[in-house]
Each structure stands twice: as C-alpha cells, then as structure tokens.
C-alpha cells in the first residue's frame, strides 16, 4: 500500500518529465536521427520469417487419382488401384475419383482393406468375444490411412461432374490422371472449366500409330498446364516423335498385382473336372467385347477347328457378350450361333464387363438342384472360379487383338503358365511379350478411327497355329517356361517408382 501511494504521490516536475517521451515532434526528431544514422543496428525477428523444412516429403503431398475405381479389377481399375498401393506405401496420401464407373454412391473406403482390416481384428488371439473384434476393428480402422474413393452418383454416373467438388474437398497437391487420351482431354477441359489447378501427371496409353495430331495436342496441353505425361510403352515413345511430338518417359505396367501363378496338375485336373472339361484342349482369351480385340477371328478360328473334327478344342472368350460402347462387335451369343461353336465357345455369366471378378477368391454359389442337368452344374461351377484359377484351367492364351495400349490380360497369362499366340502386330503387343509368343503375322492392316493401324490375322493362321502348339509336347513346354520367365519383367514396383518421381518434380516445380 505504501508502495502504491508513492507512486501516486509523483511531484509534478516528474510526471512532465515523463509526459514528455510521448511528443510526437520529439519522436519524429529521433526517427530521422536514426533513419540517417550509417551505424544503425536491425535486430533480427525470425518468427517474422520464413523456415527452411528441407526438400519435400512424401507425406507432404495429396495426390488425386483420376482414373477407374480401384476396386474395379480390369484395365485402368486394375492400374488404379496398383498406383494407389504403391503411392500409400511410399507416404503418400492420396484420395481417388472414380470416372466412368456405373456404380452410384457418395465417397466410400476401399473394400478390400476393409476386409483386411477386419479380418486382423477378428483374427486377433487377444479378442474373443465379439465386441471385443468390433471394437478392434473400429480401433484398427480409425488408426490406418486408407484412399478415400469417390464414384459417380445417381445423377452423375460417369462422375466427370464431381471433378471440381472432389478438387475443392480434397484440395490435391497434385493430380494424377490415368485414362485414354480422350478421357484425359474430358478432364483437362473439366479442370479448366472449374477453374481449379493443381500440377498434373497423366499417364498415357498410344493404341497404335500414326499418331494423330490431337493426341500430340494433348500431350503439349497437359506440358502446358504444368504437367508431365508418362507413356506405356517405349513404342508409344516412338510413334509419339514420329508424329513430331515431345520427348516423353515411359514405364511399363506391372503384373504383380495378385498373386498370378501356375497351379500343379493335380490341382488344375480338379478344377477341369468340377467344369468338364478334363478331355479338352481349351483355348482362352480376355478382354472387352470392342471391334479391335480381334473376337470375330477367334470365333472364326474355332470354326475352322470344328470342320476339322477337333471336337477336343474348347474356348473360353472371358468377356461380356454385349457391350454397351461405340465399337462393340455384334453380342457374341448370337454370333456363336451364326458360326455354328455355340457348343464349344463358352463365356463367363458377368453382369458388367467393368467390373470383373476376384482375382485369387473364389465366388460361392448355392446349392445345386440334384435334377439341374449337367451342363448347368459344369456352367455354375466355372463362374465360381476366381481369375487366376480360370486363367488354369486353361492350355493357351490366343491374343487376335488388333491395338492395345499395353495390355494385362495376356500377362496375367503368362504369370499362370499359359503359352501365348499372338497377332504379331509389330507394335506394343510384340514389344510386351517379347520372345515369350508365337507370332501369327498379319494377313492386312485395317485403320481405326484414331488413324491407327489394325493388323488383322488370318483364322486360317491362327488355326495352324493352335494345332502347332497342342501337338507338340517339346514346343508347348518351351513357350510355357518363356510365359514363366517373361511375366517376372512385369512390376508394379517399377512404375509407381517412375510415377512418384514425377509427382514429386510437378510438386517442386
């Protein structure tokens, strides 16, 4: 209190004295004093400034995948999710937007760690009662970093409408499309549209050549906007700077992304058995229902077989047989009828051929009707199989393709022991399966829509062809070691490497 009071009691003298440090005149007087003084001292303030954080992480960047969804297990869903796996493996974070995917529904997580995650929990020796592995469960998944995957909703099917809701929500660091060129184009234009902007890495496929010149357009836009574009392959590479384009990278695709095997005999005896086929020589192929994959000449080729009484060869064409897309063949249903195979060209009951089927789990299927005849036990049993037990019931993989991008499909194959037989197409497919194919050469070369050249083969060529491999122990068992040795070249490890060195020069750019 006394000290209080002491201050209170302040002689005027002092308080005047102390007035005075708040003149204005005054303090102009002392700024120019110190404005004009040579030997003035700044002290630093480093919260004021900026801190170096080293080169960039991983972590540090979102990328957003615009591609398939990656629970799709064919073509670009099958890149989709690879990619993703391998860029989360690597530290990055990343969110995808399903394009052209007919599935409808808002943002989900993917099924499949989903089920991992569950199936840890439920697993867990120290959880025994069952809200013990729930609430394991909801621990595991509220602690793992999964991709969040945006679809086409009820009235956005494609989802090309989400573009600019996903860009503002998820606010990637980077966006990392993987489509055809003219979907990609759809992309660009939608981000323009949106007016949203993040670097770009697209990754190409080139379906054959010449190139045309809107391509190459393309390829400069996405330069343009800040981004980098990656081609499948070193022909695409190529054709690309035949048509006076930019120098490009390139990077295969993997084949590793389940676990592609040839089973033993016994194994692959059993399963011909459930299916009936354990008398045949079954011949197979995969892919859309499109004009270009050469479907007309596999049909074609097995009715050359038929007139030559080789009743022991069956087909199995692993596609839809209708196809809802500009360049569908006619439905092969009918087709094989026209024909005269019906009886030994068989394909999978698939609801879409987007979609597929688990690549290495078993579908189930109910009980079998003891008055069901034995063709619809044989045919319920087959689309029971999962992929990779399909691609073994198989003695050889026939590829009449006329274009591809790159192609899985026959890699797949490889991995399961299958010989290949292939139009020798003098592009990407030969460059893809190297020396692990006989080459049918192509009878002529149509032109597709792109400009592209088709080669086309001859049922003929093919026929001969099939008849060489099945009769010849000694040449079957040689081509089915190159399948083996050839699919080991294939790994996703590889291109996601080459992919995460683009993001990460697109993002420090």
């Known amino acids: 209190?006394?000290?209080?009071?002491?201050?209170?009691?302040?002689?005027?003298?002092?308080?005047?004295?102390?007035?005075?440090?708040?003149?204005?005149?005054?303090?102009?007087?002392?700024?120019?004093?110190?404005?004009?003084?040579?030997?003035?001292?700044?002290?630093?303030?480093?919260?004021?400034?900026?801190?170096?954080?080293?080169?960039?992480?991983?972590?540090?960047i979102k990328v957003g995948i615009f591609?398939?969804?990656?629970?799709?297990?064919?073509?670009?869903?099958?890149?989709?999710?690879?990619?993703?796996?391998?860029?989360?493996?690597?530290?990055?974070?990343v969110a995808n937007l399903g394009i052209q995917n007919p599935m409808t529904g808002k943002t989900r997580l993917v099924p499949e760690d989903m089920k991992r995650i569950f199936n840890e929990a439920v697993f867990d020796k120290n959880n025994h009662t069952a809200s013990q592995m729930q609430q394991a469960f909801y621990d595991k998944l509220a602690n793992t970093e999964l991709s969040t995957t945006w679809r086409g909703c009820a009235h956005d099917p494609s989802g090309f409408g989400l573009i600019g809701q996903f860009?503002?929500?998820?606010?990637?660091?980077?966006?990392?499309?993987?489509?055809?060129?003219?979907?990609?184009?759809?992309?660009?234009?939608?981000?323009?549209?949106?007016k949203k902007s993040a670097p770009i890495v697209a990754y190409v496929p080139i379906e054959g050549?010449?190139?045309?010149?809107?391509?190459?357009?393309?390829?400069?836009?996405?330069?343009?906007?800040?981004?980098?574009?990656?081609?499948?392959?070193?022909?695409?590479?190529?054709?690309?700077k035949e048509a006076n384009g930019p120098d490009l990278k390139f990077a295969y695709h993997g084949a590793d992304h389940a676990d592609f095997r040839k089973f033993d005999a016994e194994h692959r005896k059993q399963l011909r058995l459930a299916v009936g086929w354990q008398?045949?020589?079954?011949?197979?192929?995969?892919?859309?229902?499109?004009?270009?994959?050469?479907?007309d000449t596999l049909l074609q080729t097995a009715r050359l077989l038929k007139d030559k009484g080789r009743d022991d060869i069956v087909w199995y064409i692993h596609t839809?047989?209708?196809?809802?897309?500009?360049?569908?063949?006619?439905?092969?249903?009918?087709?094989?009828?026209?024909?005269g195979v019906a009886d030994r060209v068989f394909f999978p009951d698939i609801n879409h051929q987007v979609y597929g089927i688990p690549y290495d789990e078993p579908a189930s299927y109910g009980q079998i009707d003891e008055n069901d005849s034995l063709d619809k036990i044989y045919r319920t049993n087959l689309n029971s199989l999962s992929m990779i037990e399909r691609y073994n019931i198989a003695d050889a993989f026939i590829n009449a393709s006329e274009l591809e991008g790159h192609g899985l499909p026959y890699i797949e194959a490889m991995g399961c022991g299958l010989p290949i037989i292939s139009i020798d197409d003098k592009a990407v497919q030969q460059e893809i399966l190297g020396e692990a194919a006989m080459y049918v050469p192509a009878h002529h070369f149509d032109v597709f829509h792109t400009g592209a050249r088709l080669a086309q083969g001859s049922p003929k060529d093919f026929a001969g062809a099939i008849l060489e491999l099945v009769s010849n122990q000694a040449l079957y068992n040689e081509m089915q070691a190159k399948s083996l040795k050839r699919y080991q070249d294939f790994k996703w490890q590889n291109t996601v490497d080459t992919i995460a060195q683009a993001i990460m020069e697109r993002y420090t750019t």
């Open 209 to 240: 050549s010449p190139v045309i010149p809107q391509y190459i357009d393309l390829l400069r836009t996405i330069k343009v906007m800040n981004g980098e574009p990656i081609l499948y392959t070193r022909y695409g590479q190529k054709a690309v």
């Open 320 to 339: 839809h047989v209708w196809d809802a897309m500009p360049n569908s063949s006619m439905p092969l249903d009918q087709l094989v009828h026209i024909y």
């Open 279 to 295: 008398n045949k020589k079954v011949m197979m192929f995969v892919g859309r229902n499109k004009r270009t994959k050469g479907i």
């Open 1 to 60: 209190m006394q000290a209080l009071e002491g201050q209170m009691s302040l002689k005027p003298e002092t308080m005047q004295k102390r007035a005075m440090r708040f003149d204005i005149d005054r303090i102009k007087t002392d700024i120019l004093k110190v404005v004009e003084d040579e030997n003035v001292v700044l002290y630093p303030k480093p919260e004021q400034g900026k801190v170096y954080s080293g080169d960039p992480k991983p972590s540090d």
């Open 167 to 194: 860009m503002d929500v998820e606010q990637p660091d980077v966006v990392f499309i993987n489509y055809d060129p003219g979907n990609i184009r759809n992309i660009l234009d939608k981000l323009r549209d949106t």
């Open 67 to 93: 591609g398939d969804d990656p629970n799709i297990t064919t073509g670009f869903g099958a890149v989709s999710r690879a990619i993703t796996k391998g860029l989360i493996a690597k530290g990055f974070r």
